[in-house]
């Protein structure tokens, strides 16, 4: 989408001699060649712009960054004001991955000329890359504007869409592509990706197809269909077309990152942990294979090895932004501190589960100021006393007061706290507390028959993996029909309706208390979750609550996407949880056989 530009410059010297014959070396592609004469325009003058563009070009079409940055700064400093040497300085740096760096230079070749739709397009893509959409949604329609004829302008439209789940603009933008050149496989391949963000595998299989059939040495095509395979549970045809992939381009770190997810989801784990660091051997700047790696660390209770690689997740692009913005130093987990800033990525449900370090962060640090999910204050508030609360907006007011001595993230408490498996035996449970006022109050409304009391959780609305994670209320119908077990709901959402029409079909009912808003009070949550004896639940914040509650629970946990890596690989415990009992999905990637199981444990544990 992006290429270097020449243009031959004409300043008359005695020089230009020499690189007239370099010049037709360049223009038959001889690089090699044409080097060997410009340096020898060089040393007869090396302060000359016009040799040091060229040798800075013909480097850089040569494969040689390095060198082709070093000539071009040069060509710059001579030659302030010269449109192609920012143009092409500024590719050079986007591909050395110094974006910063590259936009310096794009800003620089815009005020000179912003009539050329190649410098609003390269700039545009350097700000994609480090994740800034709009400014690039801006620069990329500024190109537009100026040349409504390039596809890969509308392609790239349609990547940032793609990004921020527009599918319909998406797709508008990769069809547009195709009217000025129907042929071309990454418009293809990129409406595939679209089908695939919209569940509907079977048609991104089929315009990855029609990419490959265009371009069979289309490596990211195949890596497409294998992600794509991997949404239908074919691995066998996603490790095909992978390797496939790999095989084209044996350097390509998506193909490469993608056939590990898959080796996890099929239990291969030594093979997954392998292909991971053959990415990072060769790009140690690779953030999704760090965080992917560090997932699978984690999973396999290595939290050393774990912690390293899962805290450069902020680098990736699912992570990038999420995490505030601050000068204040990275506190190292060792030196005892005045003021502490803990800051919180996560989802609610990962917010719970490294709050069970908040105790031991607090014999560290005299004043902890935590900006949570303002839905859990409450639940914090009686549980960790001496614990200060504060939102963004106080973080971002010019005119607060806050001093912090240092910042961390929650999650990132793990690399100090949870270093080995003995480090779990250290949390007092419960480490999450009831309203106990209000947990007695409800008790009198749930507890009304001598029936063993069961919390019914079944959906997770996490937007990217909550459809993994959530399984059909009317599967679990010969559970809760079980006898002499009443079920209360727990799960959070619309959800009346769906448990209106169940209990009309069903002798057992589901018991909704109407006077808790699941969504929004995890206090009351807490407190009907404190009078359940046990609670059933797929993974999501419920599972999380119950587990910090030390309530008795079963988790169903999902295979592969979706599987998170507290809930580990092949135990039914976990050590973040003990009071927690895991269910995995089948190998099939269905739920008949596990509600089996849970079945036949609930009416043996229970009953």
């Not at 390509?252 to 053959?278: M, N």
Request: net charge positive.
């Amino acid at each position: 989408n992006s290429r270097y530009i020449f243009k031959k410059m004409t300043i008359n010297n005695n020089i230009e001699l020499i690189l007239s014959n370099g010049y037709k070396l360049f223009k038959s592609e001889k690089y090699n060649e044409a080097i060997k004469v410009f340096q020898k325009a060089i040393e007869l003058d090396k302060q000359y712009p016009k040799a040091l563009f060229l040798l800075g070009v013909s480097f850089a079409l040569n494969g040689n960054l390095k060198n082709a940055k070093n000539y071009l700064i040069k060509a710059s400093l001579v030659d302030p004001k010269n449109y192609f040497v920012h143009y092409n300085l500024a590719k050079v740096y986007s591909d050395l991955n110094f974006e910063q760096k590259a936009i310096e230079h794009h800003i620089k070749t815009i005020e000179i000329n912003s009539n050329n739709y190649e410098a609003w397009l390269n700039y545009g893509l350097s700000l994609k890359k480090i994740n800034k959409k709009e400014d690039a949604l801006k620069c990329f329609n500024k190109a537009l504007k100026l040349n409504k004829k390039i596809n890969g302008i509308y392609n790239n439209i349609g990547d940032i869409y793609s990004e921020i789940g527009n599918n319909e603009d998406a797709l508008k933008n990769y069809n547009k592509s195709l009217e000025f050149k129907n042929d071309v496989p990454t418009a293809l391949t990129n409406i595939g990706s679209v089908f695939h963000n919209l569940k509907n595998f079977l048609k991104a299989i089929e315009y990855h197809k029609k990419a490959i059939k265009i371009k069979p040495s289309f490596a990211e095509a195949y890596t497409n269909l294998g992600k794509s395979y991997r949404g239908i549970f074919d691995f066998k045809n996603a490790i095909l077309h992978l390797d496939k992939a790999i095989k084209i381009n044996p350097a390509l770190e998506s193909a490469l990152i993608i056939k590990a997810i898959i080796l996890t989801d099929i239990g291969k784990y030594k093979e997954a942990l392998v292909f991971y660091q053959r990415v990072l051997k060769k790009n140690s700047k690779n953030y999704d294979a760090h965080n992917n790696l560090g997932i699978l660390y984690l999973s396999m209770q290595n939290f050393n090895k774990g912690w390293k690689h899962y805290n450069k997740r902020f680098n990736t692009k699912k992570y990038m932004g999420s995490n505030i913005t601050t000068d204040i130093k990275t506190w190292d987990g060792k030196e005892s501190i005045s003021s502490l800033l803990l800051s919180s990525e996560q989802g609610i449900g990962d917010q719970i589960l490294y709050a069970s370090m908040i105790n031991e962060l607090q014999k560290l640090c005299k004043k902890i100021y935590f900006i949570c999910d303002p839905k859990l204050k409450k639940v914090f508030k009686n549980t960790f006393k001496g614990l200060n609360f504060i939102s963004k907006s106080d973080l971002n007011n010019k005119r607060s007061n806050y001093i912090f001595d240092r910042h961390i993230t929650v999650g990132n408490l793990g690399e100090y706290f949870r270093k080995n498996i003995s480090d779990f035996k250290k949390v007092k449970l419960p480490y999450i507390f009831d309203n106990k006022k209000l947990t007695k109050e409800l008790n009198n409304k749930i507890k009304k028959t001598n029936k063993i009391t069961c919390g019914l959780s079944w959906q997770s609305t996490n937007k990217t993996i909550g459809i993994n994670k959530s399984i059909q209320l009317s599967q679990f119908s010969k559970i809760i029909n079980i006898n002499k077990i009443s079920f209360i709901n727990l799960q959070y959402g619309n959800v009346k309706k769906e448990i209106t029409n169940f209990n009309h079909k069903n002798k057992n009912k589901i018991i909704n208390l109407n006077e808790i808003d699941l969504t929004e009070d995890l206090e009351g949550l807490s407190s009907i979750i404190k009078n359940c004896d046990f609670v059933l639940t797929t993974s999501n914040t419920t599972a999380h609550l119950a587990g910090a509650l030390n309530i008795e629970t079963i988790v169903l946990v999902p295979r592969g996407k979706g599987k998170l890596h507290y809930w580990g690989l092949k135990k039914d415990r976990t050590p973040w949880y003990p009071s927690v009992k895991i269910f995995r999905q089948g190998i099939d990637h269905t739920w008949h056989d596990t509600l089996n199981e849970v079945e036949k444990y609930i009416v043996n544990r229970f009953t």
